[in-house]
C-alpha cells in the first residue's frame, strides 16, 4: 500500500510557483522522501530527496515538516514541461539489501500557459 | 548520464506466448527492478534484484518470473502471457545498499498488448 496522499490534480499558472503537498504520516525514522515525476509517455525521473533537511536542487526544492509526517514539493517557476504526474514517495529499507520505492497515485499537474 | 535501456518501445503477443521484456542499464547498479503500470493504480513493483542471480519479489509477482545472469541485465519473463498483462512495463535502475538511498532511474517504457 502507498504510504503517500496526494491531490489528485492540480493546477497551475506558467511562471508562477507550484507547491505539492504529500502527506505521510507513517513515516518512519530511516524512510527518506523522494520525488519524481513522469512525463507524457516517459518513464519516471528523480525530481528531489531528502530526510530531515529541507534540500533544494536545480529543479525544485523539497520542505519538511519538522515532525517530517508531510511534505512539499516548491517548483519556484512552472513552466509548460512541469506539466507531469508528480509522485511522492517513502524510500523504505526492503530489508534485502535495498531501499524500495512504493508509489502511490501521484498528483497531475497540469501548467496553463 | 545513467542510461536504463529497454528491449522493446511496443510489443504485441498472443495469449499463452512466453514472453521475454529485457532491460540494461550501463552505471554498474547493484539493485534493479521491474514495475507496471496501468491507468488508476499507478505504478506496481513485480520483482527486484539487489545482486546477479538475485531476486525478491515485489507486490504482484503472480504471472511473471525473472532472471538476472549479469549485474548489467535483468529480464522480466511471462511464462504465459495472458490478456491482463496488457500493460505498460518499466524498468529501473539503483546504486547504493543498506544504509544509503540513492537515485533510481527509469527506461523509457514497453508497453506489452496481449491479445
Known amino acids: 500500500d502507498a504510504k503517500t496522499t496526494q491531490p489528485n490534480s492540480m493546477e497551475s499558472n506558467e511562471e508562477e510557483p507550484v507547491h505539492l503537498p504529500c502527506n505521510h504520516s507513517?513515516?518512519?525514522?530511516?524512510?527518506?522522501i523522494h520525488w519524481y515525476r513522469q512525463l507524457p509517455s516517459q518513464g519516471p525521473e528523480y525530481v528531489i530527496h531528502?530526510?530531515?533537511s529541507n534540500v533544494n536542487n536545480r529543479m525544485a526544492s523539497l520542505a519538511i515538516a519538522e515532525d517530517r509526517k508531510s511534505s512539499t514539493l516548491i517548483l519556484h517557476r512552472a513552466t509548460l514541461r512541469d506539466a507531469a504526474v508528480y509522485y511522492c514517495?517513502?524510500?523504505?529499507?526492503?530489508?534485502?539489501?535495498?531501499?524500495?520505492?512504493?508509489f502511490g497515485k501521484g498528483t497531475k499537474l497540469s501548467v496553463i500557459p | 548520464d545513467v542510461k536504463v535501456t529497454q528491449s522493446s518501445r511496443y510489443l504485441v503477443k498472443r495469449t499463452g506466448e512466453k514472453v521475454f521484456l529485457e532491460c540494461v542499464q550501463d552505471?554498474?547498479?547493484?539493485?534493479m527492478f521491474w514495475y507496471r503500470q496501468d491507468p488508476g493504480l499507478g505504478l506496481r513493483l513485480i520483482y527486484f534484484?539487489?545482486?546477479?542471480?538475485?531476486?525478491e519479489k515485489g507486490d504482484i509477482p503472480e504471472g511473471y518470473s525473472v532472471s538476472r545472469e549479469k549485474k548489467e541485465r535483468f529480464s522480466l519473463i511471462l511464462e504465459s502471457a495472458s490478456t491482463n498483462q496488457t500493460s505498460m512495463y518499466l524498468c529501473?535502475?539503483?546504486?547504493?545498499?543498506?544504509?544509503?538511498?540513492?537515485?533510481?532511474?527509469f527506461g523509457p517504457g514497453t508497453r506489452l498488448t496481449v491479445l
Open positions: 534484484s539487489y545482486d546477479v542471480k538475485m531476486k
Open positions: 514517495i517513502l524510500d523504505a529499507y526492503s530489508g534485502a539489501g535495498s531501499y524500495q520505492l512504493t
Open positions: 531528502g530526510l530531515t
Open positions: 529501473a535502475s539503483r546504486s547504493g545498499g543498506a544504509g544509503f538511498a540513492d537515485t533510481q532511474y
Open positions: 552505471m554498474d547498479h547493484e539493485n
Open positions: 507513517t513515516i518512519s525514522g530511516t524512510d527518506y
